[in-house]
């Protein structure tokens, strides 16, 4: 037998060791030449470690999740043992990813497994991020690698410029006037909204709410939350909560359409409409809402909204919504006339809250005081939910924003 030590390379001039994440062979796995063994993660890019030459794995030396140092033996493999090379050896030479060709200084923290364990090599994850291609897209892409495994020409496949699902993002000048294609998921995005618009005869209702107790217990209290609960304290939990209790009170918002028949959700579910790196949409959900606190709420609010900011998010986090909220606010915009996300009936945006001079009444007097307001904008189905529906549920939304508990204790 002709032992043939596996050590761990050098990956670049200040990387010392690496991390075992997977090992993608096992002990008795017959590979050939260039066949990825193992994946390792640096501080720098996640890679994928080749064989050397072919044979028969006959030892691996670590465990995932083992701090290797560079340089040391990692697996033996016997390679007197003939190894098939069978006409199937040029389709798994396209497969090979080197670590030369694993884009070393890619710095993708995208998921690496599939719901089904399906693997994505960092140089498909870095080319699929480059492309605009998010990880929900990816998974629908067919691999031609051993076990469905996506590799760099299927993914190139997909993006090519007028192949089905393809995308371009290259621009050109006609006239002074640059041409941008929209990428995949912007293209997506699109055709959603116009179906929601050619769906639902939308009607949009709006009110303005009094929210200083909100805003002053938040200020009062934003440090003392996160100090004693390690979470942030925004305004929207407290927006969920007040979409929660109305919706509690008026069921029919939180409906489906199929066809003639109205489909009456028994979960309380609410999207969060966020932006991701890209500037494209996604609309996370919080499950079970009417199951949380406020602490609940902001906890799950923060993750959902830290995982779009990183692109972590999974094909669960973003379905069962019922109902939508969108925070136009963010963006300083005072309202906004939001589209219902299907098949939901209705979404709810929150403009800014701004200080101003309003006339309110003290001791049965009329008098003018500075107080913060906000501008609430509700858009709905209206072959199912009517302007009386409607109103009085954006309207309880207010109330409940206006009547919040400013000695609310954290």
Aim: aromatic share 6%; proline share 3%.
């Amino acid at each position: 037998m002709a032992t043939l030590e596996i050590k761990l390379p050098k990956m670049g001039e200040s990387i010392k060791e690496a991390t075992a994440l997977k090992w993608l062979k096992q002990v008795g796995d017959v590979v050939e030449k260039d066949d990825p063994i193992l994946e390792v993660a640096t501080d720098k890019v996640d890679s994928e470690l080749a064989a050397p030459e072919g044979g028969v794995i006959t030892e691996i030396l670590f465990a995932e999740n083992d701090v290797i140092p560079v340089g040391t033996v990692i697996a033996k493999m016997d390679t007197s043992s003939s190894v098939a090379t069978s006409t199937t050896k040029e389709t798994k030479v396209e497969e090979k990813l080197s670590i030369a060709e694993e884009t070393i200084n890619s710095k993708s923290d995208s998921q690496r497994f599939d719901d089904e364990g399906r693997f994505y090599s960092p140089l498909v994850r870095s080319m699929a991020e480059k492309e605009g291609v998010s990880f929900e897209e990816l998974k629908t892409i067919p691999g031609s690698g051993q076990n469905g495994r996506v590799l760099k020409n299927d993914l190139l496949t997909f993006i090519e410029p007028g192949s089905k699902g393809g995308l371009s993002q290259q621009s050109n000048y006609e006239g002074g006037q640059q041409i941008i294609e929209m990428d995949r998921m912007r293209s997506m995005i699109a055709d959603h909204m116009v179906h929601s618009k050619q769906t639902s005869p939308h009607v949009t209702a709006y009110i303005e709410a009094d929210v200083t107790k909100m805003v002053k217990w938040r200020e009062k209290n934003k440090f003392a939350f996160q100090e004693k609960y390690g979470e942030k304290i925004t305004y929207t939990p407290i927006f969920v909560e007040a979409v929660v209790k109305a919706i509690q009170e008026f069921p029919l918002i939180n409906v489906s359409v199929d066809g003639k028949k109205i489909i009456v959700k028994s979960s309380i579910n609410i999207g969060l409409a966020a932006a991701l790196p890209s500037g494209n949409l996604i609309v996370p959900v919080i499950k079970n809402a009417d199951q949380k606190n406020m602490l609940g709420l902001a906890k799950e609010t923060n993750s959902l909204v830290q995982k779009a900011r990183t692109n972590k998010l999974k094909a669960d986090d973003i379905k069962g919504g019922t109902f939508t909220i969108s925070n136009v606010g963010t963006f300083r915009n005072l309202m906004g006339t939001p589209i219902i996300n299907q098949p939901e009936v209705a979404i709810l945006a929150t403009g800014s809250i701004n200080k101003r001079a309003v006339v309110v009444t003290q001791d049965g007097e009329d008098v003018i005081a500075i107080r913060s307001m906000i501008y609430l904008s509700l858009s709905f189905d209206h072959r199912v939910v009517d302007g009386n529906l409607g109103g009085s549920f954006l309207a309880r939304i207010g109330d409940f924003l206006e009547e919040f508990d400013s000695n609310r204790i954290v």
